[in-house]
C-alpha cells in the first residue's frame, strides 16, 4: 500500500530508497577508510529551533515515509559520532587502567556504530519503522523491531547531537507544516543534566558511576544507546528526589523509608512520592524512576545516606534486569 502523502514527501519521493542506500553505504565506506570527519559539529544558538522532540512526538502518527527519512537521518548521525568517540578514545594517552578503559570504550563504541550501520543499510522503502519518545524523554526510533535510542555517546553533548539531527531533517522538510510543531524554544523536556562517568573491566562488566557513589553494573557492553541515557535519567532524578526529601526532612516533615512509594498523578505527567503514614507527598515528575521501583527499592540505603548528608557507596546489580523497563519504551 502506498503511504498517504504528507508534509515533504514530494521531497522525499525525488530522492528514491536505493539512492538513501547507496549514499549510506558511500558514507559508511568514508567512515571505515577515516574520511568521515565531521564538518563543524558546534551548531550556533537557535531559541526558535524546532525541537527533537517536537518532530518526534509529530511522526509518531505520520506519513511512514517521514519516518523512515528521520531514522536514517539519525542513525546515519549516531555512526559518525559513534565513530568519531571511538577514534578519540583510542587516541588518548593515558597510563595503566585508564588507558585500558579507553581502549574498551573505543571497542564498545565501534561494536555499536557497526550494529547501528547494519539498520541503516536494511532500511528500503517497505521498511517498518516507528518513532516516540522513552519513559525518560529520550528520542527512538524502532527500525523493523529493532529498537535504537537517539543518544551521542558523550552525554554532555546530547542537546548538539539531537539539535543536529533536528536541523538536518528540517532542512528537507517543511517542519512547520508538520501537527504540533512550532518554532519556539522547548526546555521544560530537557532530560536531568547528570552525566555519568562509565568503566569497563573483562571481570566485572560496564559500570556506571551515576552519582555520588551510586554505581549501576552491567554484564556487557551491549545496547550501551539504552543502557547510557537509563543510567543518567535514574541518576538524575534520584539525586533531584533526595534533595526535595532533605528539604522535607529538614522542615520536619517525619520520613518512613518503609512506605515510601512512588505513584502515577491522576490527570497529569507528575508523580506523587508518600513520604510517610499520614499520607505526606511530594509532586515531582520521575518518569524513569516510576517505571523501575525494584532498583528504587535497591536505591533507598543510598537515598537516605544522601538525604542525611552522610557519603554512602552502592553498587546495583544486574543492570540490564534491573532497569529492563527503561530497554522497551513500546509494546
Known sequence: MPDANGPGDERLAATPMHEWSRSILL?????????????????????????????????????????????????????????????????????????????????????????????????TESTSVQVGMTPYDRVFVVVDG????????????????????????????????????????????????????????????????????????????????????????VSGELLTLAEQIALERGNGTPLDWNVMVIQPQAGSDLHRVVLNERGDYLLLRLPALSAVPEFFRLALPWLIARTEGVRSRLVVVNGERVLAPLSHPVD
Not at 519556539?184 to 573483562?202: K, L, M
Request: proline fraction near 6%; hydrophobic fraction near 45%.
Open 27 to 123: 558514507f559508511l565506506l568514508g567512515l571505515s577508510m577515516g574520511l568521515g570527519a565531521a564538518d563543524g559539529r558546534r551548531i550556533p544558538d537557535a531559541p526558535n529551533a524546532v525541537h527533537i522532540r517536537q518532530i518526534a512526538r509529530a511522526l509518531a502518527d505520520g506519513p511512514p515515509s517521514l519516518r523512515r527519512e528521520f531514522a536514517l537521518l539519525a542513525i546515519t548521525e549516531m555512526i559518525e559520532v559513534y565513530e568519531n568517540e571511538a577514534e578519540l578514545a583510542r587516541r588518548e594517552r593515558q597510563p595503566g587502567a585508564a588507558r585500558r578503559d579507553a581502549r574498551r570504550w573505543a571497542l564498545a563504541v565501534r561494536r555499536q556504530a557497526a550494529e547501528l550501520a547494519g539498520i541503516v543499510v536494511g532500511i
Open 146 to 233: 529493532r529498537l535504537v535510542i537517539l543518544t551521542n555517546p558523550r552525554m554532555d553533548e546530547q542537546i548538539i547531537f539531537e539539535q543536529h539531527v533536528a536541523s538536518r531533517f528540517c532542512e528537507r522538510n517543511v517542519c512547520e507544516d508538520l501537527p504540533g510543531i512550532t518554532r519556539q524554544a522547548e526546555s521544560a523536556d530537557v532530560p536531568p543534566s547528570i552525566v555519568p562517568r562509565w568503566s569497563f573491566s573483562d571481570q566485572a562488566g560496564p559500570v556506571c558511576n551515576a552519582e555520588d557513589g551510586l554505581e549501576i553494573q552491567f554484564a556487557s557492553v551491549a545496547d550501551l544507546w539504552w543502557k547510557r541515557p537509563a543510567c543518567a535519567a
